[in-house]
């Protein structure tokens, strides 16, 4: 039979039952449990400062860690989503672009900051995938990090430099089976979702486009305007520009099905890669250990950020939409995410190390 320890005389001090926690005899309302000393007016003033805490919070500037360059879209959204979070917290929302590594150096610095919701970080494509090209990492995606939800999804495009003569993805595809290895895509960077698209491209098509990565979607486009790389599966609203001015082609979406704002505009997957589906979309995470209410607060506060007009108007004008859920929804995403280019990754035997 064993006791629980307490300041109290010996006499005053009954077997611990069960549930271990037991009341000092003689002494009405006072518990022992775990070997401390409770008293419901102790417990109430605990709860009670938890909720103030969760109350109070955010008590000072809240940094949005983002694993990519600046100048891309899911950069950009960070930056609409988070001014018009940190109006509605009361606190400035700060971006810290963290590139590199294919997502894992930032990844390395969220799941390791202080769980106080001063931290949030942005989940992408490119944080689903680094399990599947990595094979030691010093955190789990999984475990590590609280989703929130999703803010923004948006569709990718085929672009290419108008030196490369192909105006069909049948073209692209043509044009690569007779120089396999030569041409060329550009990605914003390892396991980004412009790197899969390619990758993925290569399994359906059967054809061997070369990779080349960069630290952003933004110099991604920018090497292809350029005539440094051939193509690109990008975001197509920051390459219409250029498309315009004649200095970039359009070939095709990635989405299943054609998006809304470019209807004209044909699938890849209807243009003879069967199957063919990347759709760009971004997160909000907190380190694991985060207080719940914490993260309800967040959780609400997005809600509202992401139902504003403005907002959505602000976001339409990068391709982008909206995507609010419930942060169980989230983590059943990010989870199907990283078991699928688990999968992809090895057909395609890919690795980073």
Same mark, same amino acid.
């Given at each position: ?184 895509? #550009? ?8 790197? &899969?698209?390619? *990758? @993925?491209?290569?399994? $359906? +098509?059967?054809?061997? =486009? ?77 380190? #694991? ?8 607060? &967040?959780?609400? *506060? @997005?809600?509202?950020? $992401? +139902?504003?007009?403005? =907002? ?42």
């Amino acid at each position: 039979m064993r006791h629980c320890f307490t300041a109290a005389p010996a006499q005053f001090v009954r077997p611990c039952g069960p549930a271990g926690a037991q009341r000092i005899a003689g002494r009405r309302g006072v518990w022992v449990t775990s070997g401390l000393l409770f008293a419901p007016a102790l417990l109430a003033c605990l709860l009670a400062a938890s909720c103030t805490s969760a109350q109070d919070y955010p008590t000072k500037t809240i940094r949005l860690i983002v694993p990519l360059a600046p100048g891309g879209g899911n950069d950009t959204a960070a930056r609409v989503v988070g001014h018009k979070l940190g109006e509605a917290l009361g606190q400035q929302v700060v971006v810290d672009n963290r590139p590199g590594g294919g997502s894992v150096i930032a990844s390395e610095i969220a799941a390791r900051a202080p769980a106080d919701g001063h931290t949030l970080y942005l989940f992408s494509t490119n944080v689903t995938v680094a399990p599947a090209l990595h094979k030691k990492l010093s955190f789990d995606t999984l475990k590590d990090f609280a989703p929130i939800t999703r803010l923004t999804i948006a569709p990718g495009a085929l672009i290419v430099h108008p030196s490369v003569p192909v105006k069909t993805v049948r073209d692209v595809i043509a044009l690569a089976k007779t120089k396999p290895g030569e041409i060329t895509f #550009a990605s914003a960077g390892l396991g980004s979702g412009s790197h &899969l698209g390619g *990758e @993925l491209f290569n399994m $359906l +098509a059967g054809v061997s =486009l070369l990779h080349v990565p960069y630290k952003g979607s933004a110099l991604a486009t920018a090497s292809v305007l350029g005539g440094e790389t051939s193509v690109a599966f990008t975001n197509p609203i920051g390459a219409l520009p250029h498309i315009k001015a004649g200095r970039l082609r359009m070939i095709a979406v990635t989405t299943a099905q054609r998006w809304p704002l470019l209807p004209g505009l044909p699938t890849i997957a209807e243009s003879g890669v069967p199957g063919y589906e990347i759709i760009i979309w971004n997160g909000l995470a907190a380190p #694991a250990a985060t207080p719940r209410p914490v993260l309800d607060r &967040l959780h609400r *506060e @997005l809600m509202r950020v $992401l +139902a504003m007009p403005e =907002l959505n108007e602000l976001l339409a004008a990068d391709g982008s939409r909206t995507y609010a859920e419930t942060a169980q929804a989230f983590a059943a995403f990010i989870k199907y995410e990283v078991e699928k280019w688990i999968k992809v990754i090895a057909q395609a035997r890919l690795s980073a190390t």
